[in-house]
């Protein structure tokens, strides 16, 4: 469980009136789509069987293509073309389906170049994907948390700053303006909107109705410590992998200003120095592989 004082508040745990209408706005503009949540649901049923879940994927074409694209491409090097969708859902397994699902939708807000500065929302995808596969990474040396949601949670552990970017722009600007590598974002954010993105990302996830895990890797990724066991790992996971993606200059907004996690974290996650290294040794095939799926997501 996350230790927070509510949905709408800060540091301070008074409320913040900016984060409520901000994310008020986003509310009534963007949710996740009718199908997204049915695969949501299906996912998490164990009655639930193939033919369920491809009819599901089915009826939304742009993301049954995806699914086929996806199983088709580089990084799963399949000797064969899959050209059956539910083949391809049975490949994939039903967890990246669901991921898959989530992410075609925060991936429709990156399909413009914009940038500004030495910021782009290129770079910001290709830092979600990198962090999200070096989490995976994490979960399968530690096998403290299942890979399919370590990967998910470092895919959208940057949630706020996508709805910042896309829907409070003057803003964002301000703090892309403002930053420095001896400054971690949230502190930056603070300063200038009165809240974080990681503040926005959790209301948002919640508001989205998404589990609870994902959104405690949202809200407290730069805040671990403030985790509760249940969802920590996790948490942490995320946390390690921002901070290694950052130190290889894949950051979130061009400049790498992530701080390294507390030794709490590593030894929460059972990561010691033997473990991390060979993390680090796989980092560049990591970093190749993410500039693939990258490219695959928002396509």
Request: proline share 5%; with cysteine; charged share 20%.
């Amino acid at each position: 469980m996350v230790k927070t004082g509510g949905t709408m508040e800060g540091r301070t745990g008074s409320p913040n009136p900016a984060l409520a209408r901000l994310a008020a706005r986003i509310g009534e503009i963007s949710t996740l789509p009718e199908v997204v949540y049915r695969i949501l649901t299906l996912v998490e049923d164990p009655q639930c069987g193939a033919a369920d879940l491809t009819e599901a994927v089915r009826s939304d074409p742009a993301l049954a293509m995806r699914v086929m694209r996806t199983v088709n491409s580089p990084y799963y090097g399949l000797e064969e073309k899959v050209a059956d969708l539910q083949q391809a859902i049975a490949i994939l397994g039903f967890r990246e389906i669901r991921n898959l699902a989530i992410t075609s939708h925060v991936a429709t807000l990156f399909r413009t170049s914009e940038g500004y500065k030495h910021y782009s929302r290129r770079g910001l995808w290709q830092h979600l994907v990198a962090t999200g596969l070096v989490a995976r990474m994490i979960a399968q040396t530690t096998g403290r948390i299942p890979p399919h949601e370590a990967y998910l949670a470092g895919l959208l552990h940057k949630l706020g700053l996508i709805l910042l970017d896309y829907y409070a722009h003057a803003g964002f600007c301000r703090v892309v303006d403002n930053l420095r590598p001896d400054r971690p974002t949230c502190d930056v954010e603070m300063e200038v909107l009165g809240f974080s993105h990681a503040e926005l990302g959790q209301t948002v996830a919640q508001q989205w109705n998404l589990p609870a895990h994902l959104t405690a890797a949202i809200g407290l990724h730069h805040r671990p410590e403030q985790i509760q066991e249940s969802y920590g790992p996790l948490v942490g996971a995320v946390a390690v992998a921002d901070f290694l993606c950052h130190r290889q200059d894949v950051s979130s907004l061009g400049v790498p200003n992530a701080p390294m996690p507390s030794a709490q974290i590593f030894l929460q996650l059972t990561l010691g120095r033997d473990a991390l290294n060979q993390i680090v040794a796989q980092l560049e095939e990591a970093l190749r592989s993410a500039e693939i799926m990258a490219f695959l997501h928002v396509r």
